[in-house]
């Protein structure tokens, strides 16, 4: 999983490759539930790259991203989004992977 630095780092993901934004925070308790099975999931996916998005760090780009609940995944190529798995609920590894099989069989 790749931690940008900065914003700039952070946007330059958005606008090139296949990115899935995990947007989460140490706080969270539904975040802790779900990190020990990120890297299976990242495995899982190898044409995706997965970039970890400090909630709390990134506030104003979560809010521009209408993203209010943690954990959230978007999933951006080439500068398009191209799905969203975003609410406020628990997300289970089986949830996860299939929200991210069907964007890569858009």
């Known amino acids: 999983m790749v931690i940008p630095e900065n914003v700039e ?4 993901y958005a606008e090139n490759g296949n990115n899935v934004f995990c947007f989460m925070a140490d706080w969270c308790g539904d975040c802790r539930f779900i990190k020990p099975y990120l890297p299976e999931i990242e495995a899982d ?6 970039i ?4 709390d760090e990134y506030l104003d780009i979560a809010k521009m991203w209408d993203i209010y609940g943690i954990p959230s995944f978007v999933v951006i ?18 949830e996860i992977e299939t929200f ?4 890569e069989n858009k």
């Open 9 to 12: 780092e952070l946007a330059s």
């Open 45 to 50: 996916f190898p044409n995706l790259q997965f």
């Open 77 to 94: 190529k080439n500068g398009e989004e191209s799905g969203r798995l975003v609410n406020k609920k628990r997300k289970t590894k089986e």
């Open 100 to 103: 991210l099989e069907n964007v």
């Open 52 to 55: 970890a998005v400090d909630r």
